[in-house]
Every structure is written in structure tokens, then in C-alpha cells.
């Protein structure tokens, strides 16, 4: 009869932890054109409905897949918002600022300086 001893210690195999979940490169591409939005002029507009479109796409991303990124797509998110409504804002002024100012000659208008004479 063959009598082994009991196993010394603990035998749970040892298991490494899983490994990092990767940030998804759509989020750091958001908030890269958000601040873009902020600061670049005239061009900011496009760049903050492009950071918008990225940000939503990669929240939905970070959620199935489980990756890291979430506060730099939001941040890129509100970076691209605020950035849109800057520069929409700007931009609607100079085009109302263009139409109402059109027709202003300074008062220099010199066909009715010559009729009351």
C-alpha cells in the first residue's frame, strides 16, 4: 500500500492578470480635434462636429468592448461643442453683420448731397 502525503501549500495554479485594456484611438483623436475646435479659427467649426462624431462613436466603442478612454472622448465631446457653438456664433454675426451693414455708406452718399443744393 503506497501512502502519498497531502499536497505542501497551496496548488491553484497561478494566473496572471489579464492585461491592460487599450485606449480606444478614436477617443484621443476626439479630444485632440475638441481642443482644435477651441482654438483653431474659422476652421474650428468643422473640426467640432468632426470631434462630436468621433466622441459618440467611441463612447459606444469603449461600452461593447471594454477599453479604456472614456474621460477623453467626454472631454472631447464638450471640447466640440463648445468650439461649434463658438465659431457657429462668430460666424452667423459676420454673415448678419455683412447683410445689415451692406447697404451703409458712411453718410457719404453723394447723389443726395448733390440735391440739396
Same mark, same amino acid.
Not at 483653431?40 to 473640426?47: A, E, K, S, V, W
Not at 471594454?66 to 472631454?75: C, L, V
Not at 448678419?96 to 443744393?117: E, R
Given at each position: 500500500? +503506497? ?8 496548488? @491553484? ?7 491592460? !485594456?487599450?485606449?480606444?484611438?478614436? #477617443?484621443?483623436? !476626439? ?11 474659422? *476652421? ?10 468621433? #466622441? !459618440?462613436? #467611441? %463612447?459606444?466603442?469603449? /461600452?461593447? /468592448?471594454? @477599453? ?6 467626454? !472631454?472631447? %465631446? ?11 456664433? *462668430? *460666424? ?8 445689415? %451693414? ?10 443726395? +448731397?448733390?440735391?440739396?443744393?
Amino acid at each position: 500500500m +503506497s501512502y502519498q502525503p497531502p499536497p505542501f501549500g497551496n496548488q @491553484e495554479y497561478y494566473t496572471p492578470p489579464p492585461p491592460p !485594456a487599450k485606449t480606444n484611438g478614436k #477617443s484621443v483623436a !476626439a479630444l485632440v480635434l475638441g481642443i482644435l475646435s477651441v482654438v483653431t479659427p474659422y *476652421i474650428g467649426l468643422l473640426f467640432g462636429i468632426i470631434a462630436i462624431i468621433l #466622441s !459618440a462613436i #467611441s %463612447l459606444k466603442e469603449i /461600452r461593447t /468592448r471594454y @477599453e479604456q478612454g472614456k474621460g477623453m472622448a467626454i !472631454a472631447g %465631446l464638450v471640447c466640440g461643442i463648445v468650439g461649434t457653438i463658438i465659431y457657429a456664433v *462668430i *460666424i452667423a454675426l459676420i454673415i448678419v453683420a455683412v447683410i445689415f %451693414l451692406n447697404d451703409y455708406d458712411g453718410g457719404f452718399n453723394t447723389f443726395n +448731397s448733390f440735391n440739396n443744393i
